[in-house]
């Protein structure tokens, strides 16, 4: 099975910085699309930012954090990353890291918890 392992989630104050990884164990140059979610308490599950896989693939971001967050990767390193600007409140959830391969499904990490205090 594939496994996507997530890191670098924490406490930080509003504006603070932190950047979240997602180390592939199969190659994520093959996939279709990757991509960063966030989940909040009594909340749906939410897109937060996309990739495609071609190099400088396009990338995609919810409105409420264009500006803030960038999604990126490694292809190297079979890792996707999400570095986390000004972060807000709001923006507390526990985030998981998704990719799509195109003949082996769908995958998610085990989530990381972010907590932006104010």
């Known amino acids: 099975q594939v496994q996507l392992v997530e890191s670098g989630g924490g406490l930080v104050q509003a504006g603070g910085s932190l950047r979240l990884s997602c180390a592939a164990s199969r190659s994520i140059a093959s996939s279709n699309a990757m991509g960063w979610y966030r989940q909040a308490p009594g909340k749906q599950r939410e897109l937060v930012a996309g990739i495609t896989s071609p190099s400088r693939g396009s990338t995609n971001y919810a409105d409420s954090v264009k500006g803030r967050f960038t999604i990126s990767r490694d292809n190297a390193k079979n890792t996707v990353y999400l570095q986390m600007d000004s972060l807000k409140p709001e923006d507390t959830a526990v985030y998981y890291c998704?990719?799509?391969?195109?003949?082996?499904?769908?995958?998610w990490g085990q989530g990381t918890q972010v907590t932006v205090s104010s």
């Open positions: 998704h990719v799509q391969w195109r003949l082996s499904g769908d995958y």
